[in-house]
C-alpha cells in the first residue's frame, strides 16, 4: 500500500517518512509566506494615509503565483497516485513556456536539453529529418540523404500528425522530436498527411544520425558545387575545409546548394556568409523587443567576387536565409529554385547561472527579430529566387538523380554563363 497521511496519524513503517514531512513542512512554510505577503499586498491597496497602493493586476499576479503552489500541495495530499515531483515542476515550468504560444520558445528538461545539444554539436540516435511549424503544423522540412527517414519515404512537405498514434501539434514541436528519438534500432510510426490528400502511416526505424552537414565535389569547366544540409556548431570549418578542396582542383565557379538546409546556429551562417561579402558591410541585423539593435558584419573572404549560383527552396529556412537574403541583397549571385521557408526570428539558449539555470535544464526562447541588409523581415514571407524552377512533386518520391533535377540543370547553365 502506497503511504498516506490521515488526520496527521503516520504510517511509520514508511522509510521516506522524514524526506515526506520535510517537504510537506517546506511548502507549509512557503504558503504561509506567500499568504502573509498576500495579506501584505491587500493591506497596501486599502485607502489608508502615508500606505502604498498596489495595482489590481499587481494582486492578481501574486494571487495566481501563489495558486500555484496550493494546486502543487493540495495534489501532493490528496491525489491517488504516483507524484514524480520533478515532473511536478517541470510541468509547471514547462506550461509558463508554452503559454506565449509560440512553437520556438520551450523549456528543456536534462534530457531534453542534451538530446538539443547532441543535435546541434554532434551525432545522434533518431529519423534524419528537420522540421518546422507552419499554421500549428509539424512540416517536414527535409529527411537527410541516406537517412532512415529518407529510406522509408518521408518527402519535404510531410505533416506529422501523430507520433506512435499520439496527436502533435506545432505547440508540441519539441515534444514530438524528443518522441522521435530514441534507442538506435527501435520502431516509431508517424502518421502522415500528404499534401492534404491521404493520410498514411510509416514506419521509420531509429538509427545514429551523423552531422556531417557539408559536402562537395567538382563539376565540369571549374565548377564546384557544395551542398550545406544544415548549420550545426562545426559547419564553419566544414565549409572552409571543403572550400580549400575544391580551390585545389581549380574551383573558379561555385554552386552552393542550400535547399532542404532547416537553419541552425546564427553565428556559422555569418561565417560563411562573410567568404563572400566585403569585409565591414552588414550581413544581417537583429532588433529584441527593447529596440536594440545589433548589427553583424562581414570579416570578409577568398570567394568574395567568385561566379555564385545559390539553390533554394521551400524547405531553406533561418540562418540559410540569412545567406541568401544577404547574397540577394548585394546581389553576389544568382538565387535558383523556389521560395524559401519564412523563419525571420532568433532563437537564444539560457543555460547558465546568471539566467536562473545551470542545473542541466535551459530555456530555448524567441529572442529578436532579424532584418537582411535591406532591412527587410522575412518571417513568414519567405524570400524568392531570381529565377524561379519548381521542382516536380512526382520526382519526390523517386531516387534523386541530378539528371532529372530541374533546379540543379538550371543551376548549372546559369553558372556556365556567367564563366564564358
Partial sequence: MDYKEINGCENKKNPNEKKSNLKRIGIGILIVVLTNFITFTIALRMPLKGTVRISESKYDEISKFSKMFIVKQNI????????????????????????????????????????????????????????????????????????????????????????????????????????????????????????????????????????????????????????????????????????????????????????????????????????????????????????????????GGELIGIPLVVLIDGGTASASEIFSGAIRDYELGTLVGEKTFGKGIVQSVLDKKRFGFGDGTALKVTTSKYYTPNGENIHHKGIKPNIEVKYPKDLLKKTYSRETDPQFKKALEIMKEKMK
Fill in 76 to 299: 501532493e495530499m490528496f491525489y491517488d497516485g504516483k507524484i514524480d515531483e520533478n515532473k511536478l515542476i517541470d510541468g509547471a515550468i514547462k506550461g509558463i513556456a508554452n503559454s506565449v504560444n509560440d512553437p520556438y520558445t520551450v523549456y528543456m528538461d536534462k534530457d531534453e536539453y542534451k538530446e538539443f545539444s547532441t543535435y546541434t554539436e554532434g551525432d545522434y540516435v533518431g529519423l534524419g529529418i528537420r522540421v518546422g511549424v507552419k499554421d500549428n503544423k509539424i512540416v517536414i522540412i527535409a529527411p537527410f540523404e541516406d537517412s532512415p527517414a529518407k529510406k522509408a519515404g518521408i518527402i519535404s512537405g510531410d505533416i506529422i500528425e501523430k507520433v506512435d498514434g499520439k496527436q502533435v501539434l506545432g505547440k508540441d514541436l519539441d515534444k514530438a522530436i524528443s518522441m522521435m528519438k530514441g534507442e538506435k534500432n527501435t520502431y516509431v510510426v508517424l502518421t502522415i498527411n500528404r499534401q492534404n490528400t491521404e493520410k498514411i502511416d510509416i514506419k521509420v526505424k531509429r538509427d545514429v544520425i551523423p552531422l556531417i552537414t557539408v559536402s562537395g565535389e567538382m563539376l565540369d569547366d571549374k565548377i564546384g558545387y557544395i551542398q550545406i544540409s544544415t548549420f550545426a556548431e562545426n559547419t564553419g570549418s566544414q565549409f572552409q575545409e571543403e572550400v580549400n578542396r575544391l580551390n585545389k582542383k581549380g574551383m573558379t565557379g561555385l554552386i552552393l546548394d542550400l535547399r532542404q538546409n532547416p537553419g541552425g546556429w546564427l553565428t556559422q551562417s555569418i561565417e560563411i556568409t562573410s567568404k563572400f561579402v566585403e569585409k565591414g558591410k552588414t550581413i544581417v541585423s537583429t532588433i529584441d523587443k527593447n529596440k536594440n539593435k545589433e548589427e553583424f558584419k562581414s570579416k
